[in-house]
């Protein structure tokens, strides 16, 4: 079946644009993440939903950053103001909720490459 | 909190040569722990996992160990091929919070 997409693969913008990063999970897959990686790095969390509401935002760097999820699919980061250091891959993750264990296998999309000029 | 650290790279090995790249970490709670594997120009992908103390997750010919006692979960593989040239990362989830390390890379030379 499908896996996880994300649109689009990737974004040059203005430092002070808006930017939207869309995410299409695995269908059935309850939770769902969103990291950054910046060149060199491991992935960073920024914020995961189970179903429409979100968990654990407490990865946003800050509050020009946003991300929703209402329908329980399909998700969106929103990038206020964009800034030069907003520079870096997306990646979105996407997993079954399995309830009393600490266990879940995250399936990654291929990313949105976001390049601030 | 919980934070994976593991061997900085680059590492550069010969074809059919043994590889381990070490990976320790500090959490509360059992997490359970993870290597991906990036391959170039491709997303990340699981590679292996251990959910529990003492459970060896293996695939491709790679293996780690769980082992709670040295907080580790070291990858090794008895003999690596070039289209093993990847970078890799050790991760641990505990709630649905996942860290993951820097990432090692490894280029496999014929």
Redesign the interface.
Known sequence: GAGVSQTPSNKVTEKGKYVELRCDPISGHTALYWYRQSLGQGPEFLIYFQGTGAADDSGLPNDRFFAVRPEGSVSTLKIQRTERGDSAVYLCASSLFLAGGPYNEQFFGPGTRLTVL | GNS?TQMEGPVTLSEEAFLTINCTYTAT????L?W?VQYPG?????LL?A?KADDKGSNKGFEATYRKETTSFHLEKGSVQVSDSAVY?C?L???????????TRLTVKP
Request: no cysteine; glycine share 14%.
């Open positions: 994976v709670g059992y997490p359970s993870f991906y491709e997303g990340l992908q699981l996992k959910t990362f991760a989830s505990y709630n649905n919070d996942m860290r993951f390390g820097a990432g």
